[in-house]
């Protein structure tokens, strides 16, 4: 996520963020690092291997945005990975999918709002 985040431009201080290496978390030796229930790990990983696989739309100015995972392409992950697919795997990931997207909303608007700041106004106009 931090390496999609920069490529797009992102202000550092987000891809800190999605980093785990923001300047208040430096010295923290588990910065970056977060516990993963066992009864969840499947879902986690399946859902970190997913992170190319996700349906993307252009912004205009503003970049380029995820709008949700492809799910054709979730079968063949997990297959690779040797998850088998359940019903309950599935909910796991959408629910990580929903708020992923709501996480990457909030820095789209960040995006724009700072595009929009930063845009020559015109004058009298």
């Known amino acids: 996520m931090a390496a999609d985040l920069a490529a797009f431009g992102a202000p550092r201080e987000l891809v800190d963020r999605w980093a785990g290496r923001a300047t208040d978390q430096e010295d923290d030796p588990e ?3 977060f516990r993963v229930r066992p009864d969840c790990w499947k879902a986690v990983s399946l859902f970190a291997r997913l992170e190319t696989q996700w349906q993307w739309v252009g912004s205009g100015m503003a970049g380029a945005e995820r709008t949700g995972l492809r799910y054709e392409a979730i079968g063949v992950t997990a ?3 040797g998850i088998t697919m359940t019903t309950a795997l599935f909910d796991d ?3 990580m999918e929903a708020a992923a997207l709501g996480e990457l909303a909030k820095i789209m608007k960040e995006r724009i709002d700072r595009l929009d700041r930063e845009r020559p106004r ?3 106009r």
Do not use: E, T
């Open 122 to 124: 015109g004058r009298g």
């Open 31 to 33: 910065a970056g690092h």
């Open 93 to 95: 990931l959408q629910v």
């Open 79 to 81: 297959g690779m990975a």
